[in-house]
């Protein structure tokens, strides 16, 4: 069969709208997932348990109430609060007052003025 806006040779499975390019009639592709794994659950159990078979996994987890959460997006209240503090430490910048630092040694106490020093500032 031979599409009448562009020409192109309509084989089985091509696709059938045309905007008038040959490329527009690419072919469809199907994909089968198998049922096969083979993995060892530990969560939740106190004994590892093996799993071949993915609905067989499927089947335990809702017999027994679990469930997979895939989410965690790394934002947290307590993340964003360490990265911003990591961030004040690599560029300095910092919308706080810097504390006054106390360094002990056994010699002494360091002078606010050495503690820069030794800090690289
Ligand atoms: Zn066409």
């Known amino acids: 069969m031979t ?17 008038g390019r040959q490329s527009d009639h690419g072919e469809g592709f199907a994909y089968v ?28 987890r809702k017999q027994n109430h679990y469930e997979v959460k895939h989410k965690w997006d790394g934002t947290d209240r307590q993340t964003m609060e360490n990265v911003r503090i990591l961030m004040e430490r690599a560029f300095g910048q910092s919308s706080e007052p810097e504390p006054d630092m106390h360094i002990s040694t056994y010699t002494g106490e360091l002078t606010p003025q050495e503690a820069a020093k030794y800090a690289g500032k």
């Open 3 to 19: 599409c009448q806006k562009c020409g192109a040779e309509l084989k089985i499975g091509a696709f059938p709208f045309c905007k």
């Open 33 to 60: 997932h198998g049922d096969e794994c083979d993995f060892v659950q530990t969560n939740g159990l106190r004994h590892p348990r093996r799993f071949r078979s993915k609905q067989e996994w499927d089947l335990w």
